[in-house]
C-alpha cells in the first residue's frame, strides 16, 4: 500500500522533457528478505505483489520493438520472482544489457545456490547495495548480520570475476546516507571503499554510487515520525544545483511497476504519480508511442535527484 505523503506538492521545479527511451527499469514485485530503513518501496519478506506471466512477456516484447538497450531490474529483491531467470536468458539473448539491483544478501538465501554463477554467464551487471563498510552501520540500517552476509556474497561474486578487470563482469556498489543528510564526495568516498574493502577482506569493485535518501515511503514516514521531513526538504531544495537537470535518469528511462503501469521514474512510481498522458500509461503503449520529447512529472522529491553533486539509480551525476 502506498503511503503517498502530502507534503510532496510540485512548487517551483523546473519544467523537463523526455530524450530518447534507452532504459526500462522493471520493478518485479516488492517481495524482498530484508527489511530496510531507508527503502522506498517499503519491501519486505511478507510482501506478495508480483509481476505475472503477461506483463513478463511484454517486457522482451517492448525490449525488442523499442530496441532499448538496458533493462533494469529491481524490487524488492528482484531475483526473488520465479521468473527472474528466464527473463534475464531472454533479454541477454536479445543483446540487452541487464542490470541486477542486488542487496547482496539474498544471494545466500535457500536456493539461490546457483544464482551468482547464473549472473556471471549472461554478463548481468550488478549493482549492489552496501551502505557503509563498517558492519555497525550496515546492521543498523539492514537488521542484524547484514553485513557479514553481504560481505560474503562479494566474496562470492569475486570469486567469479565479478569487480576484476578484464572479465567484463561489472560489480557497482551503492552508498545512501544513514540518515536525513546529503551524501559525501562520489570520488573521495568510493576511494574510501576501496581501501577498506579490500584491506579487511580482499575485495575489489568497479564503482561506488552514492545516493540521496528519497523522502518517501520507509524513509519520508520515519522522518514525519521525527520532525525531520521538512528540514530534509529544505536541505535538498536549498542544495539545488541546475546543471544536475541535464542528467538525471528519468529523461532516458522509463520506470515500469510490477503491473506493468508507466512512471518517468522508481520514486514516481512509489508515490502513485503516473506517467503523464491520458489514463494510466502502460506497457503496452510503448508498442506504438514514441515517449520522446513528452512532458516528466515532478514534485518536491526530485529535489533529491538534483541536490549537489545530484544522484539518481546510477549515483552521482556528473561523474
Given amino acids: 500500500m502506498r503511503a503517498v505523503l502530502p507534503f510532496l506538492q510540485v512548487t517551483g521545479f523546473p519544467a523537463l522533457h523526455r530524450g530518447k527511451l534507452d532504459t526500462l527499469q522493471v520493478n518485479l514485485g516488492y517481495k524482498c528478505n530484508q527489511t530496510c530503513l531507508h527503502c522506498h518501496v517499503n519491501a519486505g519478506p511478507n510482501r506478495k505483489e508480483m509481476m505475472d506471466e503477461e506483463t513478463l512477456e511484454l517486457?522482451?516484447?517492448?525490449?525488442?520493438?523499442?530496441?532499448?538497450?538496458?533493462?533494469?531490474?529491481?524490487?524488492?529483491?528482484?531475483?526473488?520472482?520465479?521468473?527472474?531467470?528466464?527473463?534475464?536468458?531472454?533479454?541477454?539473448?536479445?543483446?540487452?544489457?541487464?542490470?541486477?539491483?542486488?542487496?547482496?544478501?539474498?544471494?545466500?538465501?535457500?536456493?539461490?545456490?546457483?544464482?551468482?554463477?547464473?549472473?556471471?554467464?549472461?554478463?548481468?551487471?550488478?549493482?549492489?547495495?552496501?551502505?557503509?563498510?563498517?558492519?555497525?552501520?550496515?546492521?543498523?540500517?539492514?537488521?542484524?548480520?547484514?553485513?557479514?552476509?553481504?560481505?560474503?556474497?562479494?566474496?562470492?561474486?569475486?570469486?567469479l570475476g565479478y569487480g576484476r578487470e578484464g572479465t567484463g563482469l561489472t560489480l557497482n556498489l551503492v552508498y545512501n546516507p544513514q540518515g536525513p543528510s546529503l551524501p559525501p564526495d562520489q570520488v573521495a568516498l568510493q576511494a574510501d571503499y576501496k581501501r577498506e574493502l579490500f584491506e579487511c577482506f580482499g575485495i575489489v569493485f568497479n564503482q561506488l554510487f552514492v545516493i540521496t535518501n528519497m523522502p518517501i515511503q520507509r524513509f519520508g514516514s520515519m522522518l514525519i515520525s521525527k520532525g525531520q521531513f521538512n528540514d530534509y526538504m529544505l536541505l535538498l531544495k536549498e542544495n539545488f544545483a541546475t546543471a544536475n537537470l541535464d542528467t538525471v535518469m528519468c529523461r532516458n528511462l522509463v520506470s515500469v511497476d510490477w503491473q506493468g503501469y508507466l512512471y518517468d521514474c522508481d520514486f514516481n512510481q512509489q508515490l502513485g504519480l503516473a506517467l503523464p498522458g491520458a489514463g494510466h500509461p502502460h506497457l503496452r503503449d510503448l508498442l506504438q508511442t514514441?515517449?520522446?520529447?513528452?512532458?516528466?512529472?515532478?514534485?518536491?522529491?526530485?529535489?533529491g535527484c538534483t541536490a549537489g553533486q545530484g544522484s539518481s539509480c546510477g549515483g552521482a551525476l556528473h561523474n
Avoid: M, W
Fill in 59 to 159: 517486457i522482451l516484447q517492448v525490449l525488442e520493438a523499442r530496441q532499448i538497450g538496458t533493462l533494469d531490474l529491481t524490487g524488492g529483491a528482484p531475483e526473488l520472482h520465479h521468473r527472474f531467470y528466464d527473463l534475464v536468458g531472454k533479454a541477454t539473448a536479445l543483446g540487452v544489457r541487464v542490470i541486477d539491483r542486488c542487496n547482496l544478501t539474498v544471494l545466500l538465501e535457500h536456493g539461490q545456490d546457483g544464482l551468482a554463477g547464473f549472473l556471471a554467464i549472461h554478463k548481468v551487471e550488478v549493482v549492489a547495495s552496501l551502505p557503509c563498510y563498517l558492519s555497525g552501520n550496515v546492521d543498523k540500517q539492514r537488521g542484524e548480520g547484514a553485513f557479514d552476509k553481504s560481505i560474503a556474497a562479494l566474496l562470492q561474486l569475486n570469486a
Fill in 290 to 303: 514514441d515517449l520522446q520529447g513528452n512532458l516528466i512529472r515532478v514534485a518536491d522529491h526530485c529535489h
